[in-house]
């Protein structure tokens, strides 16, 4: 096969084509590397100022925000120490007021309590309530209330952690105050007695909302940045904004990972913080209390301002450089254009010879399909006579000869099937179309598919429930498989799994390239080498293999597809190297009850009667083709009249002489051919019976308009029978 320099992968420009003028003396691609050079550096240099003062800006944008933070975390931490130290000092006086009171005691001096602890509660905002709790948790004296209601607390968590940590202070975690309801977190500190005895706690309820409006006004306008009160565990107690986070949850691990370090201040990144954005943040602890507070800002917001201002700047730099780019692209087109003029003359020479090259390349083809359709032709009249001898043998009982007969048999047989493959490939052969049962087929094929592929194959065949009937021809569906077996042996050097599996499928459009309609799917894999995607996109090309030193003649899956599209259906290939291949067949439902060997009913057999008995005409110009059909015709009880060419058979019927069928080859020499007479008899002898018969025709979608049946050879010539019926 001629390629182009295309194919081979070169360029035209590099053919040595002889020039009558020559050539500008013009260094084109020196030129085209000088303004490639300078397009780069418009676009580089541009892009790496941006990008260094992007970089630059985002590290001081970023280190500003954190300056921040720390400023507002000390001051924090300072507002949140006082508080405490005032709570510590607090708790200090109630319990000289208290000093070893049992419950009792508290209870009968309820009135003088109460004064006194509203004396010490004075009028702080932090402090919603200063509370006394006996041993038990019964609130025995309040600072708010007189007399107190009925509450206990011995089952609640401050309670409960104020008993455990005693003489340490307790903070709770945020809750509704039990009486008025308001959102506080309790400092609860125990009283014990001289002797070492419990005695119940005192319970500071700090507001919660004091808190939110002292870091609302440290914040000020900043809407992005935020701060909060945590305990020592990460619960958060009190922030701005505020972040619904219920009771006892934590407010980061990440955060909760750094108080436990027990560090007096830190920072770190929380990519899960309280709203779940990424957050830096500045924490420090109050004191020598459990407590920290933390501010921070969302990184994300951070960024998206920062990159508003970059793209900005981006913009304004692009228009002075678009400018630029465009000069650049446009000097670099006309350098494009100057060089295809220059180029021009040089490709229309090897364009020239590449299509001369592809047209004589398209010629051979042709005339190879010719080749090898008149070769099939003459083999099929050869195995026409053959069979019809045979059967003349058989006839006699044969006497001396069976051995030599069915050694003839089996050589008819393969050479039956080598000049399937090569006519198939041609698609002028036609097919005997049967009505075939694939649940019964498939698995009757097999013993011979695994003789077909050797013992270190093994062959397993799925066959789906309900399977439909198909139309096609058995011999050709035999031969596919035997290919697709073959094919498959060589794709499994060292064994492997050949699967055939049958179903029912529809389809319901063309787009896959399968045509509209019901089909058995006949999937044939296997799990060898594979191929990769430009082999398995060739390998229906007639003549088209893989296999080295000529031993594959490239038949096998032209065969496949043809046979599938002759069928009325069609086949595909998916493969992949390592994966193995998988060849799908679409084979169209049989719509009707089984069909004859033919591929249309004969004439009306209600009207034979009118001809004469038996007499046959055979139409062919082969002599010993015609001698066997005779001879096996006459053992029938037929009367055979043979003429050699369709122009002689013209004349006789335009006599008007009748005939019980009249058998003709296609391809005959003269003006005429088996068509033409099929098409005047049906256009002036509707009645008389007809049959064509063929090895192969250039012609066969022709024929088969006709309406008459066609019979493949080599055929059998008791497959005329139902013709006589």
């Given at each position: 096969?001629?390629?182009t320099p295309?194919?081979?992968?070169?360029d035209?420009?590099?053919?040595?084509?002889?020039?009558?003028?020559p050539?500008?003396s013009r260094?084109?691609?020196?030129?085209?590397?000088?303004?490639?050079?300078?397009?780069?550096?418009?676009?580089?240099?541009?892009?790496?100022?941006?990008?260094?003062y992007?970089?630059?800006d985002y590290q001081r944008?970023?280190?500003?925000?954190?300056?921040?933070?720390?400023r507002?975390?000390?001051?924090a931490e300072?507002?949140?120490?006082?508080?405490?130290?005032?709570n510590?000092?607090?708790?200090?006086?109630?319990e000289?007021?208290?000093?070893?009171?049992?419950?009792?005691?508290?209870?009968?001096?309820?009135?003088?309590?109460?004064?006194?602890?509203n004396?010490?509660?004075?009028?702080?905002?932090q402090?919603?309530?200063i509370s006394?709790?006996?041993?038990?948790?019964?609130?025995?004296?309040?600072s708010?209330y007189?007399?107190?209601?009925?509450?206990?607390?011995?089952?609640?968590?401050?309670?409960?952690a104020?008993?455990?940590?005693?003489?340490?202070?307790?903070?709770?975690l945020?809750?509704?105050?039990?009486?008025?309801?308001t959102?506080v977190?309790?400092?609860?500190?125990?009283?014990?007695?001289?002797?070492?005895?419990?005695?119940?706690?005192?319970?500071?309820?700090?507001r919660?909302?004091?808190?939110?409006?002292?870091y609302?006004?440290?914040?000020?306008?900043?809407?992005e940045?935020?701060?909060?009160?945590?305990?020592?565990?990460?619960?958060?107690?009190?922030?701005?904004?505020?972040?619904?986070?219920p009771?006892?949850?934590?407010?980061?691990?990440?955060?909760?990972?750094?108080?436990?370090?027990?560090?007096?201040?830190?920072?770190?990144?929380?990519?899960?913080?309280?709203?779940?954005?990424?957050?830096?943040?500045?924490?420090?602890?109050?004191?020598d209390?459990?407590?920290?507070?933390?501010?921070?800002?969302?990184?994300g917001?951070?960024?998206s301002?920062?990159?508003?201002?970059?793209l900005l700047?981006?913009?304004?730099?692009?228009l002075?450089?678009a400018?630029?780019w465009?000069?650049?692209?446009?000097s670099?087109?006309?350098?494009s254009?100057?060089?295809?003029?220059w180029?021009?003359w040089?490709?229309?020479?090897?364009?020239?010879?590449?299509?001369?090259?592809s047209?004589?390349?398209?010629q051979?083809?042709?005339?190879?399909g010719?080749?090898?359709?008149?070769v099939?032709?003459?083999?099929?009249?050869h195995?026409?006579?053959v069979?019809?001898?045979?059967?003349?043998?058989?006839?006699?009982?044969?006497?001396?000869?069976?051995?030599e007969v069915?050694a003839?048999?089996?050589?008819?047989h393969s050479?039956e099937?080598?000049?399937?493959?090569?006519v198939?490939?041609?698609?002028?052969?036609?097919?005997?179309l049967?009505q075939?049962d694939?649940?019964?087929?498939?698995?009757?094929?097999?013993r011979?598919?695994q003789?077909?592929v050797?013992?270190?194959?093994?062959?397993?065949?799925d066959?789906a429930q309900?399977l439909?009937?198909i139309?096609?021809?058995?011999?050709?569906?035999?031969?596919t498989?035997?290919?697709?077996?073959?094919?498959?042996?060589?794709?499994?050097p060292?064994?492997?799994k050949?699967?055939?599996?049958?179903?029912?499928?529809?389809?319901?459009?063309?787009a896959?390239g399968?045509?509209?309609?019901?089909?058995?799917l006949?999937?044939?894999?296997?799990?060898?080498?594979?191929?990769?995607?430009?082999?398995a996109?060739?390998a229906?090309?007639?003549?088209f293999?893989?296999?080295l030193?000529?031993?594959?003649a490239g038949?096998?899956?032209?065969?496949?597809l043809?046979?599938?599209?002759r069928?009325?259906?069609?086949?595909r290939?998916?493969?992949a190297?390592?994966?193995?291949?998988?060849?799908?067949?679409?084979?169209?439902?049989?719509?009707?009850?089984?069909?004859?060997?033919?591929?249309?009913a004969?004439?009306?057999?209600?009207?034979?009667?009118e001809?004469?008995?038996?007499e046959?005409l055979?139409?062919?110009?082969?002599?010993?083709v015609?001698?066997?059909l005779?001879?096996?015709?006459?053992?029938?009880?037929?009367?055979?009249?043979?003429?050699a060419?369709a122009?002689?058979?013209?004349l006789?019927?335009?006599?008007?002489?009748?005939f019980?069928?009249?058998?003709s080859?296609?391809?005959?020499?003269?003006k005429?051919?088996?068509?033409?007479?099929?098409e005047?008899?049906?256009?002036?002898?509707?009645?008389?019976?007809?049959?064509?018969?063929?090895?192969?025709?250039?012609?066969?979608?022709?024929?088969?308009n006709t309406?008459v049946?066609i019979?493949?050879k080599?055929?059998?010539?008791?497959?005329?029978?139902?013709l006589?019926?």
């Amino acid at each position: 096969m001629n390629s182009t320099p295309e194919d081979l992968g070169t360029d035209p420009r590099d053919d040595p084509v002889p020039n009558e003028l020559p050539p500008p003396s013009r260094n084109f691609a020196a030129t085209r590397k000088v303004l490639l050079f300078l397009l780069a550096v418009s676009v580089l240099v541009p892009v790496g100022c941006l990008a260094g003062y992007g970089y630059y800006d985002y590290q001081r944008r970023f280190n500003e925000a954190a300056d921040a933070s720390d400023r507002m975390a000390r001051v924090a931490e300072e507002q949140a120490l006082k508080v405490m130290d005032l709570n510590t000092e607090l708790a200090s006086r109630v319990e000289e007021l208290l000093d070893d009171m049992t419950d009792g005691q508290v209870s009968q001096n309820e009135a003088a309590v109460h004064g006194k602890l509203n004396s010490i509660a004075g009028n702080f905002p932090q402090v919603v309530a200063i509370s006394a709790f006996g041993e038990s948790g019964t609130l025995l004296a309040s600072s708010r209330y007189f007399p107190v209601p009925q509450v206990n607390v011995g089952t609640r968590a401050d309670f409960v952690a104020a008993k455990h940590y005693r003489p340490e202070p307790y903070v709770s975690l945020p809750m509704a105050a039990s009486i008025s309801g308001t959102s506080v977190f309790n400092t609860a500190k125990a009283r014990s007695a001289s002797d070492g005895r419990f005695l119940g706690i005192v319970s500071i309820a700090l507001r919660r909302d004091y808190f939110f409006g002292f870091y609302q006004k440290l914040l000020q306008n900043d809407e992005e940045g935020f701060i909060g009160l945590y305990r020592a565990d990460g619960a958060l107690l009190a922030s701005y904004p505020n972040v619904r986070i219920p009771a006892g949850a934590l407010a980061s691990p990440a955060l909760t990972e750094g108080f436990t370090r027990n560090e007096y201040a830190g920072h770190l990144q929380a990519a899960r913080f309280g709203d779940h954005q990424k957050r830096f943040v500045a924490y420090r602890r109050v004191g020598d209390y459990r407590l920290f507070v933390a501010a921070g800002f969302p990184v994300g917001g951070l960024i998206s301002a920062w990159q508003r201002h970059l793209l900005l700047l981006c913009g304004l730099a692009v228009l002075p450089c678009a400018a630029i780019w465009a000069l650049l692209g446009f000097s670099l087109r006309q350098l494009s254009a100057e060089e295809r003029a220059w180029l021009q003359w040089r490709s229309e020479t090897s364009r020239r010879l590449a299509a001369e090259a592809s047209g004589r390349h398209l010629q051979r083809m042709g005339a190879l399909g010719n080749l090898v359709a008149n070769v099939a032709h003459e083999f099929n009249n050869h195995l026409m006579a053959v069979k019809s001898n045979m059967a003349i043998a058989r006839s006699k009982g044969f006497t001396d000869v069976a051995p030599e007969v069915s050694a003839v048999e089996r050589a008819t047989h393969s050479v039956e099937g080598l000049v399937r493959t090569l006519v198939g490939a041609t698609q002028k052969q036609p097919l005997k179309l049967t009505q075939v049962d694939p649940a019964t087929a498939l698995p009757g094929l097999k013993r011979v598919l695994q003789a077909t592929v050797g013992d270190a194959i093994s062959v397993n065949i799925d066959i789906a429930q309900e399977l439909w009937q198909i139309r096609c021809d058995y011999a050709e569906l035999e031969l596919t498989l035997i290919n697709l077996a073959l094919n498959a042996r060589e794709a499994m050097p060292r064994g492997g799994k050949l699967r055939i599996r049958a179903q029912n499928v529809e389809a319901a459009s063309d787009a896959a390239g399968v045509p509209v309609g019901e089909f058995v799917l006949v999937s044939v894999s296997d799990d060898g080498i594979g191929m990769t995607q430009a082999v398995a996109h060739r390998a229906f090309e007639p003549l088209f293999t893989t296999k080295l030193n000529g031993t594959g003649a490239g038949l096998g899956l032209t065969q496949v597809l043809a046979f599938c599209e002759r069928s009325g259906g069609t086949a595909r290939i998916t493969s992949a190297p390592g994966l193995g291949t998988t060849v799908r067949l679409y084979l169209p439902k049989s719509v009707a009850r089984d069909i004859a060997v033919t591929e249309h009913a004969a004439g009306d057999p209600g009207r034979r009667t009118e001809f004469a008995a038996n007499e046959i005409l055979l139409v062919e110009d082969n002599d010993e083709v015609a001698a066997g059909l005779s001879a096996v015709l006459e053992l029938m009880g037929h009367h055979v009249t043979r003429l050699a060419n369709a122009d002689d058979a013209l004349l006789t019927l335009q006599t008007g002489q009748q005939f019980r069928l009249v058998l003709s080859d296609v391809q005959m020499p003269g003006k005429l051919n088996g068509i033409d007479l099929a098409e005047w008899l049906k256009a002036n002898r509707p009645e008389q019976p007809l049959a064509l018969m063929t090895g192969y025709a250039d012609e066969l979608e022709r024929a088969r308009n006709t309406g008459v049946p066609i019979f493949a050879k080599p055929f059998d010539v008791g497959d005329l029978e139902p013709l006589f019926a």
